[in-house]
């Protein structure tokens, strides 16, 4: 008889790490993955011969979420969009699909309010063009967007393994690539959902796994990369772009490695501020700024107040700003701030 208490140690309310059963289990594969690799000699030398063959372990990582996925596939089919974020982001798949960054304002947009969708002057999703991209790419070749999305985790795992290998030896980035697999694939949110997070994911390898080897052997090639990464950064997370681009800087790359990466950058801020102009009809208005003076949403940093609606907002807008007010505050301080931190620490699971 399993005791009460061991099964309530499982829920992630009720251990410090905020660990649910299915981290335990991650957990325990983890190590007993390590245990494998260090003590079968057939299994050492099967990881050798993919250490040295870094495009083939990259294709079987790119291969295996996906694999994984489609195989659920008869029980678990094509995730329903189900939240504002999954509508939005499809809105914004459908609006690339017809080459268009916005679409006209509809003449009875009161009847459309929506979460997260923006009616005047346009019609439009609030997000970045990043994860749309991939929706739109899944819509066009495979008329499915979530082919977008379930492609996305492959390239993921590849390129964590790729990135690894700039850091690690190479077999333990086989290691690192095959949770990869695991922590972002059939079973994750970011494949389960539309509203992704693979992009951004994807953005990082290619920054991370650019950065060691610009500093040991500077190439065009990894400048190249590094500019690639930084754009997608920017058309996924725009604020996110701003650190990981202040990261760069005080990593201190070669310059001329800098000045490649930005050149490479410069499509991505032309795609960003053209959706400005389209969306709001300013260059400089991100369309979910604009949002949050419309609807109040997405809330404002934690040190800055509450933003108030300028627009009536529908019952449902109405309790989506309401929720995260509540969870925003009214006002901060240092002391509030490292409670309200404090309680986060059970998400550190994921990192862990």
């Given amino acids: 008889m399993i005791p009460q208490q061991f099964l309530r140690f499982l829920l992630p309310m009720q251990n410090p790490a905020g660990f ?3 981290d335990f289990v991650l957990l325990g594969l983890t190590g007993l993955a390590v245990a494998v690799l260090a003590g079968r000699e057939k299994i050492l030398l099967a990881a050798r011969w993919l250490a040295d063959r870094p495009l083939v372990s990259m294709g079987l990582f790119a291969l295996l979420p996906i694999a994984l996925r489609l195989g659920l596939l008869a029980h678990h089919p094509v ?36 979460v997260f969708v923006l009616q005047e002057p346009s019609y439009s999703s609030i ?46 980035a086989l290691l690192g690539g095959l949770l990869a697999a695991f922590e972002f694939g059939p079973l994750s949110g970011w494949v389960n959902t539309y509203w992704g997070g693979a992009i951004s994911g994807i953005a990082g390898c290619l920054v991370f796994g650019a950065l060691p080897r610009l500093r040991s052997a500077p190439r065009t090639r990894d400048a190249i990369l590094l500019g690639i990464g930084l754009g997608l950064q920017l058309l996924t997370r725009p604020f996110e ?8 800087i005080l990593f201190f790359v070669p310059v001329r490695s800098l000045i490649v990466a930005g050149l490479v950058l410069l499509p991505a801020l032309g795609l960003t501020l053209l959706q400005n102009h389209q969306v709001t009809g300013r260059w400089m208005t991100l369309p979910y700024q604009l949002s949050r003076y419309q609807y109040g949403v997405p809330a404002t940093f934690t ?19 309401d929720a995260q007010v ?9 002391g509030r701030y490292l409670r309200r931190l404090a309680t986060r620490v059970r998400f550190q699971r994921f990192f862990f």
């Fill in 20 to 22: 649910a059963g299915s």
């Fill in 303 to 321: 040190v800055q107040a509450n933003p108030i609606p300028h627009r009536a907002l529908t019952a449902e807008q109405q309790v989506d700003y």
């Fill in 79 to 114: 995730p329903v969009p189900r939240v504002a974020d999954d509508f939005s982001y499809l809105l914004l798949g459908d609006t690339l699909t017809h080459f268009r960054l916005a679409n006209p304002m509809h003449s009875m947009h009161r009847f459309f309010e929506a």
């Fill in 127 to 172: 997000y970045p063009l990043g994860q749309g991209i991939a929706l739109a790419f899944g819509q066009l070749i495979f008329h499915q967007p979530w082919a977008g999305v379930l492609l996305s985790a492959g390239i993921l795992a590849a390129l964590c393994n790729w990135t690894l290998r700039a850091w690690v030896d190479a077999r333990w």
């Fill in 241 to 248: 772009f701003i650190i990981l681009a202040a990261v760069v």
């Fill in 326 to 334: 509540a969870v925003h505050g009214n006002g901060d301080s240092i």
